[in-house]
């Protein structure tokens, strides 16, 4: 079963409004989760790092006014589109490692469902 | 900088028949894992296969195999027996600095199964 749980799957906004996206690790803690942006027929993006009670970390070209990013739990990451205009229209995808014991890397990533996003 | 890259940007097969998809990669690290991952229609990302640098062996996973080239940076995927559910975008990613940290993705390539 899903590990990951992103919420909402669909959201439909007007521009200049604000809108969250959840990304829960459900039966593990995650200190670390990714924030992933996809356009169509293309790969992943990573936009940020978020980081368990610090600051997340921001890939080059991504504005962290503009995509919000609070990890205020070991189970919860929310990004928040602040001011949403119909280019930031795409597919975000979160995702988390659940570390096992011994090797670095010993686990993969677990991705949640995506979100699609539209600003009218 | 850490990449990696797949040159089929499309492929099809027929059902019941073989497929490899290539992915390349480059790194100065000597340790690190590299991934296949499927994404179908749905979107939703499903891991097929793992390999840790360090190991020799190729991984199996059922119908899923790899052919891990260390040396040439060559990191393929074979699936045996297509099936029409194996229809899907299918992505190579990397952790290439061994971190275990963020992953790199491939820009894709869609394999379509055909009956």
């Known amino acids: 079963g899903a590990v990951v749980s992103q919420h909402p799957s669909r959201v439909i906004c007007k521009s200049g409004t604000s809108v969250k996206i959840e990304c829960r690790s459900l039966?593990?803690?995650?200190?670390?989760m990714f924030w992933y942006r996809q356009f169509p027929k293309q790969s992943l993006m990573l936009m940020a790092t978020?980081?368990?009670?610090?600051?997340?970390t921001y890939e080059q070209g991504v504005e962290k006014d503009k995509f919000l990013i609070n990890h205020a739990s070991l189970t919860l990451s929310t990004l928040t589109v602040t001011s949403a205009h119909p280019e930031d229209s795409s597919f975000y995808i979160c995702?988390?490692?659940?570390w096992g014991p011994g090797q670095l890397g010993n686990s993969p990533l677990h991705f949640g469902n995506g979100t699609r996003l539209t600003v009218t | 900088a850490q990449t990696v890259t797949q040159s089929q940007p499309e492929m099809s097969v027929q059902e019941a028949e073989t497929v490899t998809l290539s992915c390349t990669y480059d790194?100065?690290?000597?340790?690190?894992?590299l991934f296949w991952y499927k994404q179908p229609p749905s979107r939703q990302m499903i891991l097929v296969i793992r390999?840790?640098?360090?190991?020799?062996q190729n991984a199996t996973e059922n119908r899923f195999s790899v052919n891990f080239q260390k040396a040439a940076k060559s990191f393929s995927l074979k699936i045996s027996d297509s099936q029409l559910g194996d229809t899907a975008m299918y992505f190579c990613?990397?952790?290439?600095?061994?971190?275990?940290?963020?992953?790199?993705f491939g820009s894709g390539t869609q394999l379509t199964v055909l009956p």
């Open positions: 978020s980081n368990e009670g610090s600051k997340a």
């Open positions: 995702s988390a490692r659940r």
């Open positions: 390999q840790e640098a360090y190991k020799q």
């Open positions: 039966d593990f803690q995650a200190t670390t």
């Open positions: 790194t100065s690290e000597n340790n690190y894992y």
């Open positions: 990613a990397s952790d290439l600095t061994g971190s275990a940290r963020q992953l790199t």
